[in-house]
């Protein structure tokens, strides 16, 4: 049943929305810039993309078959039909917050512990396939143990193997807490992405995204709660479709990295104004490595960056529409869809509240210095704007928490359920980290240098020698490494062309987006930077058209030239960034590019 309070926010939203398009509906609005090329470009860009992404995106494999042990004591017995030497287990992992050990018993009734790495993690192994090497010796093994010593543990599938790596699917399995018939805990023969697991588990962080979008969609109390629910719940929408599989925690993100393409490249002809600068746009951010990576994970960067830009965009419609003399009522829909962006970005992720600046500065600017308004006028249209950039946003910050307070029986009052979590969120990142440390963190001057690119995932076959599969967060050397040159270029640019409000915006959402991690004290990564990136590109693009303007043809040659080397470093950086299997030798011969790098 809705609330009272769950259906006045949902009233908001809807009387906003009624009210612009209602407005909105005989003003006139920004000018359309998209012909039938500009539309047949979009499709073929975008579609090339969404085809590329797809590729080793994710296994769809379910294992329809879960022993769960719900309380210390609880035992799984894996019997072999004839005693072995044993190499290998393989093991996936659902739930996985508890504590356990596994042990064998030799064909002379000795009992020995069996040493387990994952076990010990210090963090938990959500949804993934785990491996054990056992030690070679000559016992032959007729009985392997699983005890849980804390709960919960979810077993989903074991895949074992003798010492010749020979698979081993004549077992017998039986628990001491449950008479179900547990025969579809192995295969008949070896399950796919077992060794080689980026297709079939979670990597990183999506150990907490993916596993909390799965409680959320099964009413469970989730994992994470240090960030708002709305990206988990839109990854969520994934698994509902296509089931608890990589591709279905991963399906929405990379939607999301598909959808900036085609954003990017109507952003980029918004801006510029030519076909040119916004191919070149929409090509730089397809050849950017880390939206190709992250885009392919669960992870909430990728979702809240798509956000951040499409609120940047109806900021600028809005601007433009201000510059040229737009009524207040024309700008309705443009500052309506910005403020609804707003509000799903901080949904997903409190980072998209550095935008919040560039909000202030540009209302301001418009509302003031080119509408000169009366005070009437003035609060008129002060009232709209706290609306839409405030009581539009909270609504939907609001509402994205109704999936989590439903799995929480205690708790049945939304506005102070969301009190405590903003608490909670806030004491966790202003000092739950402060101590933290990762041999991959890095500082906010590092990232556009590419100090310190981020392994998140690496496997080396034991059988193929140098073949190994990795997937590395870092971004495009021949665009983070222009960041700065670029920056100190459009500032002196927007002090040299004061009339255009381009390089001023350009450098003030960059600056936003990027400057707050200067203030942050706890421990932070490469991805951070992420939302920024599309920027940077816009900001590249403007640089390079101002130099086009010159028509001259070694400038020509330098702009066309660069993305063409560009686009060859996004190939060259593909097998270390995509989980695909690939030569080691190739990885380490030619993709350290800087001194430090080992991924």
């Given amino acids: 049943m809705l609330t009272l309070e769950t259906s006045i926010l949902i ?199 993916a596993t909390t979008a799965y409680q959320l969609l099964h009413g469970l109390d989730p994992y994470v709660a240090v960030h708002p629910p709305l990206g988990m719940i839109l990854i969520a929408l994934g698994i509902a479709i296509f089931g608890m599989s990589a591709f279905g925690w991963r399906i929405i993100p990379d939607i999301c990295s598909i959808l900036l393409v085609p954003l990017i490249y109507i952003f980029a002809k918004r801006l510029f104004k030519t076909r040119r600068a916004a191919i070149i746009s929409t090509i730089l951010i397809m050849s950017e490595c880390m939206h190709y990576t992250l885009g392919r994970l669960a992870f909430l960067d990728g979702i809240v960056t798509l956000f951040i830009i499409l609120e940047y965009y109806y900021l600028y419609s809005y601007l433009e529409l201000r510059s040229n003399g737009a009524k207040f009522s024309a700008c309705y829909r443009s500052l309506w869809l910005a403020g609804l962006a707003f509000g799903l970005g901080i949904s997903c992720k409190w980072s998209a509240l550095y935008s919040a600046i560039p909000i202030i500065v540009i209302l301001l600017y418009g509302e003031i210095i080119l509408a000169r308004p009366n005070l009437r006028q003035f609060l008129h249209s002060l009232v709209i704007n706290l609306v839409f950039f405030v009581v539009l946003p909270i609504s939907i910050y609001s509402l994205s928490y109704l999936p989590f307070i439903h799995s929480q029986p205690n708790e049945n009052e939304l506005f102070k359920f969301i009190w405590r979590m903003l608490q909670y969120m806030y004491e966790f990142q202003a000092y739950g980290l402060q101590n933290a440390t990762h041999p991959y963190a890095s500082s906010w001057l590092n990232w556009p240098l590419l100090k310190t690119p981020m392994s998140i995932f690496f496997w080396q076959s034991s059988n193929v020698p140098n073949l190994s599969a990795s997937a590395v967060l870092t971004g495009n050397p021949l665009i983070y490494w222009l960041t700065l040159p670029m920056l100190a270029m459009l500032t002196i640019q927007a002090f040299r062309q004061l009339k255009d409000y381009r390089a001023w915006f350009l450098l003030l959402v960059i600056l936003a987006q990027y400057l707050p991690y200067a203030f942050i004290k706890h421990i932070m990564f490469i991805y951070y930077f992420y939302s920024s990136v599309p920027l940077i590109i816009l900001g590249l693009v403007y640089l390079s058209e101002t130099m086009l303007d010159w028509n001259q043809r070694w400038v020509r040659y330098c702009v066309y030239g660069y993305l063409l080397a560009v686009i060859l470093s996004f190939i060259a950086f593909l097998p270390a960034i995509g989980g695909f299997e690939f030569s080691r030798d190739y990885v380490v011969h030619y993709l350290f590019w800087r001194s430090g790098w080992n991924f």
């Avoid at 879960?66 to 017995?77: F, I, V």
């Avoid at 076990?119 to 849980?148: E, M, R, S």
């Avoid at 699917?169 to 008479?179: D, R």
């Fill in 11 to 209: 009233a908001i939203i809807i009387a906003s929305a009624a009210y612009v398009w209602r407005k909105s509906s005989s003003a006139k609005t920004a000018p359309i810039l998209l012909d039938k090329y500009d539309k047949l470009i979009i499709s073929l860009l975008s579609i090339g993309y969404a085809l590329f992404s797809f590729i080793h995106l994710g296994s769809f494999q379910q294992f329809k078959t879960t022993w769960s042990g719900q309380e210390a004591g609880n035992q799984l017995n894996i019997q072999f039909a004839t005693p072995s030497k044993i190499g290998h287990i393989y093991y996936y992992s659902g739930i996985n917050n508890g504590k356990y050990h596994w042990s064998d018993l030799n064909n002379a009734n000795q009992e020995e512990l069996i040493n387990d790495p994952t076990a010990n993690l210090g963090y938990p192994a959500h949804f993934k396939w785990n491996k054990i090497d056992l030690p070679v010796n000559d016992a032959l093994i007729q009985q392997i143990n699983l005890t849980i010593d804390q709960a919960p543990l979810e077993i989903k599938q074991l895949a074992i193997f003798d010492t010749n790596n020979n698979y081993i699917s004549n077992l017998n399995i039986k628990a001491n807490n449950s008479a179900e018939n547990l025969s579809g805990l192995i295969s008949s023969s070896a399950p796919q992405d077992y060794d080689n697991s980026f297709s079939s588990s979670t990597v990183f962080d999506e150990i907490f995204y």
